[in-house]
């Protein structure tokens, strides 16, 4: 049996649904969790899905999946644009890595237009809100 995608979510994912709707969408993490169950179980995929608002969490996420999970999607929210300690995590790890945003980072504020993650990541998945995780899912599919 393939083990789960590991989907970490980060700082202020939390929020979502709250959190500047206009920009991030209606839906809620937890929506956003049973959707991918959803398509995960149309793939034949489980998937373990996670928020932390602490960016040593996630470097821990990232650490421990080498043994626990078949691939990784990862929307690190703000800590995609600063986070070199995540990218170094990413970095040590061999299983496909897919970065997803709800929001198109490209068409925002140039501080969203660079991301740490892309430069472990397989492939980015970017602006097509809540379906950003279900087109990262089928990605993630693909490349296992
Ligand atoms: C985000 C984009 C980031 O710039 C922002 O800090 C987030 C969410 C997105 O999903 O569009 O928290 O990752």
């Given at each position: 049996?393939?083990?789960?995608?590991?989907?970490?979510?980060?700082?202020?994912?939390?929020?979502?649904?709250?959190?500047?709707?206009?920009?991030y969408?209606?839906?809620?993490l937890?929506?956003?969790?049973?959707?991918?169950?959803?398509?995960?179980?149309?793939?034949?995929?489980?998937?373990?899905?996670?928020?932390?608002?602490?960016?040593?969490?996630?470097?821990?996420?990232?650490?421990?999946?080498?043994?626990?999970?078949?691939?990784?999607?990862?929307?690190?929210?703000?800590?995609?644009?600063?986070?070199?300690?995540?990218?170094?995590?990413?970095?040590n790890?061999?299983?496909?890595?897919?970065?997803?945003?709800?929001?198109?980072?490209?068409?925002?504020e140039?501080?969203?237009?660079?991301?740490?993650?892309?430069?472990?990541?397989?492939?980015?998945?970017?602006?097509?809100?809540?379906?950003s995780y279900?087109?990262?899912?089928?990605?993630?599919?693909?490349?296992?």
């Open positions: 049996m393939t083990k789960p995608v590991l989907i970490i979510n980060g700082p202020n994912l939390n929020q979502l649904g709250a959190r500047e709707p206009e920009i969408g209606e839906q809620t937890d929506e956003i969790d049973k959707l991918c169950q959803k398509i995960g179980l149309e793939l034949g995929l489980t998937t373990d899905f996670r928020q932390s608002n602490n960016e040593g969490e996630i470097v821990d996420w990232v650490q421990e999946s080498i043994l626990q999970h078949s691939s990784i999607i990862i929307n690190g929210g703000a800590y995609s644009h600063t986070s070199i300690a995540i990218l170094d995590a990413l970095r790890i061999t299983i496909p890595i897919i970065e997803v945003h709800l929001s198109n980072i490209y068409q925002r140039s501080y969203r237009q660079v991301s740490y993650i892309s430069k472990a990541a397989n492939g980015v998945i970017c602006g097509f809100g809540s379906d279900e087109l990262a899912l089928r990605a993630a599919y693909k490349l296992l």
